[in-house]
């Protein structure tokens, strides 16, 4: 019998005793992997979630500057304005820097926009007065005329005569004359404010245009000099949709006067050129100017001509005013800000609802300078991210 020497045995391996990972396999010592945390819902549901997040402190954000606005009202309007009349006059300052020192370059563009809006102001009101008798004359030709119209429509023949609605209009004046007078001094102590608000408008104007280059400077000074590329263009940007808008406007009310002068001269209504000044004054304030433009025609209408030419204004100046909303305003201002015309509808009557007449105003300024900000950080973002990943 041949004896075969027994084979080596091998205990095999169980899979609990291989090693799972080729890193445990190097390191036998190694601690185990933490266990991934356990996260809540849908994925969908985690993202809505922080979104709503974000929507809510957005919103907290907003309701705090317009509480810290509501605060120091008087030196927001003032520095609004302020910069209103920088963007509007620098191109005539630097025009100006050209023949004399800046800072009299600066100074004499300020000079010159008192004297242009001072002169527009006195050339209407002085046509007016030259013209007061008459035009006061006519006028109560032309409401007598309206009355016996008005007294023809059976509807208000039964309300009673024009006479009597006088009385009784007289009448309540005098029974509500107290409120009135409460009313004026309000008015008083509201137009006080904005005349402090213009001065200091004026005089905030004055340093932007002489010394804007090194109050900015002193501005980046405060910030990491990381931080600057990234500040000039973000407010290189939030000034460019700035003065866009301002520009636009400017020739947004330019076109009005022009366009409400030569239907008022058409159409025979006295005074038409100081009427188209109004028109252009009263096209810088949203909602109120344009309606205070067609009331001031209309009157002038109807005491020059009577109640049938004042008719016709009125549908004239309604229909100027609808180019201007729908037409002159997308194409002119909205290109300049960047924003679609329904957005701006949709800013305005947010800011005159949050806001009243203030929030009208500098609604689609202020979203359009946020937005343009917004837009160059998130493209300054996007164009170092690569960078830093490959870092």
Known sequence: MVMTADAPTVAPTTAAESPTTPQQAAEPNAAPAAPVPATFGAPWLRSTGDLAWKLVGIVVAVALVFYVVSLVQLVFVALFLALVFTTVLLPLGDLYDRVMPRGLAMTASLLTAVLAVGGLV????????????????????????????????????????????????????????GDYAATAAASAGSIAEGVTAVVLAVFC??????????????????????????????????????????????????????????????????????????????AFVPMIGPVAAIVVSVLVALAAKGPVLALVVLIGMVVVAQIDANVLQPLITGKQVSLHPVVMALVVAAGSVLGG?????????LTAVTWAVFSTLRRKTQGTAPAHEAD
Request: proline share 4%; hydrophobic share 55%; net charge negative.
């Open 205 to 282: 104007t004055v340093f932007f245009l002489t010394q804007g280059g090194r109050m900015w400077r002193w501005v980046l000074s405060l910030v990491p000099a990381d931080r600057h590329e990234r500040w000039e263009a973000a407010a290189g940007a939030g000034w460019t949709a700035f003065s866009g808008f301002t520009r636009g406007m400017f020739f947004v009310a330019l076109s009005d006067g022009v366009i409400a002068g030569v239907f008022l001269t058409v159409v025979g209504v006295p005074l038409a050129l100081p009427l188209s000044v109004v028109v252009f004054l009263g």
């Open 122 to 177: 006195t050339y209407v009101v002085s046509s007016v007065v030259s013209r007061w008798e008459e035009l006061a004359t006519e006028f109560g030709t032309g409401l007598t005329d309206l009355a016996v119209l008005v007294t023809d429509i059976p509807i208000l023949a039964g309300l009673g005569t024009p006479r009597k609605w006088l009385e009784d209009g007289g009448a309540w004046l005098q029974a509500n004359a």
């Open 357 to 365: 007449l203030l929030g009208a105003v500098v609604a689609v300024p």
